[in-house]
């Protein structure tokens, strides 16, 4: 079975920083690799993906993450966070076939403060 | 090109009564899946429909069921509610294959009293 960890419930950090929300992943066979973004009262957003290939994501609003299969980790970063980046995220695996439900974290709450 | 929909927003219902959310999937979209999130938790996975039929489903007992239709909409119907099913609903719609994806409605909040 797949399983994701979130390993910091909430991150502060000031706007203009850099920050890394870390993802690590169980699976015994190969997935693909999600991150989407949850602002308040809202639905999910995709940020970017992971499939195949080069191992360097770049995704929506400057963010970008780094699949790195011996650590099975997915870090989601972004150089320079806005105020505007405060939400929830989300890391997430699926697993192929006919089904191809996701497998969240339970998320990371960013908080950009000024 | 309309996004993921659902109803409705907000939704107050009493213990033991039953609930249907609706959810109208993107163009172009035949699979439509469905989550809970409860409150401080990630969204979980509760089933999916392909062409009008289930092909999988999470850990959800079976008074969590569901209906997609020729226009590939979609419902959840949730009997004998409990207070426990105060959450987040989620729906999302995709093409089918692997890593396609999956478009997000803006959920619907139920509240069991």
């Known amino acids: 079975a797949q399983s994701v960890t979130q390993l910091d419930s909430q991150v502060p950090v000031f706007e203009e920083a850099p920050v890394e929300l870390r993802c690590n992943y169980s699976?015994?066979?190969?997935?693909?690799l999600f991150w989407y973004v949850q602002y308040p009262n809202q639905g999910l957003q995709l940020l970017l993906k992971y499939l195949s290939g080069s191992t360097l994501v770049k995704g929506i609003n400057g963010f970008e993450a780094e699949f790195n299969k011996s650590q099975t980790s997915f870090h989601l970063r972004k150089p320079s966070v806005h105020i505007s980046d405060t939400a929830e995220y989300f890391c997430?695996?699926?697993?192929?076939?006919?089904?191809?439900?996701?497998?969240f974290g339970t998320g990371t709450l960013l908080a950009v403060q000024p | 090109e309309t996004g993921v929909t659902q109803s409705p927003t907000h939704l107050i219902k009493t213990r033991g009564q039953q609930v249907t959310l609706r959810c109208s999937s993107q163009?172009?979209?035949?699979?439509v899946s469905w989550y809970q999130q409860a409150l401080g938790q990630g969204p979980q996975f509760i089933f999916q429909?392909?062409?009008?039929?289930?092909?999988g489903r999470g850990n959800f007992p079976p008074r969590f069921s569901g209906l997609q239709f020729p226009n590939y909409s979609s419902e959840l119907n949730v009997n004998a509610l409990e207070l426990d099913d105060s959450a987040l609903y989620l729906c999302?719609?995709?093409?089918?294959?692997?890593?396609?994806?999956?478009?997000f409605g803006q959920g619907t909040r139920l509240t069991v009293v």
């Open positions: 429909y392909y062409r009008e039929e289930e092909n």
């Open positions: 163009s172009g979209h035949n699979t």
């Open positions: 999302a719609s995709r093409t089918a294959g692997s890593g396609t994806e999956a478009f």
């Open positions: 699976s015994s066979v190969s997935v693909y």
């Open positions: 997430a695996v699926q697993k192929g076939g006919a089904t191809n439900k996701l497998i």
